[in-house]
């Protein structure tokens, strides 16, 4: 059972920047797809970007050029670096993985974190 610990949100004005962490409690190198999801009241959970094993990246139309997925196996982490926020990026974000190779085009995984809160403001 892989656990998952979310960490950086909170709250901005439009147009600015947040980190998010996800710290893995096992070697990330055997979690071959890592992911980032957001949920908004009342709407489905989204798939906002995911990350597999070599590094290959897939983004939602949304936060493409705005958003950047990345992975330290060395740290068992993965990261959601998000610029130039919009207030309809307000959601909570969660951390999920799967242990599978099949990982760009997959929407479920196995685990997920608690997940946290982002705002952004206007």
């Known amino acids: 059972q892989v656990q998952l610990v979310e960490s950086g949100g909170g709250s901005v004005q439009a147009g600015g920047s947040l980190r998010l962490s996800c710290a893995a409690s096992e070697y990330t190198y055997s979690i071959l797809c890592m992911a980032w999801f957001r949920q908004v009241p009342g709407k489905e959970r989204e798939r906002v970007a995911v990350i597999d094993s070599n590094g290959f990246t897939r983004y939602v139309d949304s936060v493409k050029g705005r958003f950047t997925i990345s992975r330290d196996n060395a740290k068992n982490a993965q990261y959601l670096q998000m610029n130039s926020l919009r207030p309809e990026d307000t959601a909570i974000y969660y951390c999920?993985?799967?242990?599978?190779?099949?990982?760009?085009?997959?929407?479920?995984?196995?685990?997920w974190g608690q997940g946290t809160q982002v705002t952004v403001s206007s």
């Open positions: 999920a993985a799967v242990r599978s190779i099949i990982c760009l085009g997959r929407t479920n995984f196995d685990y």
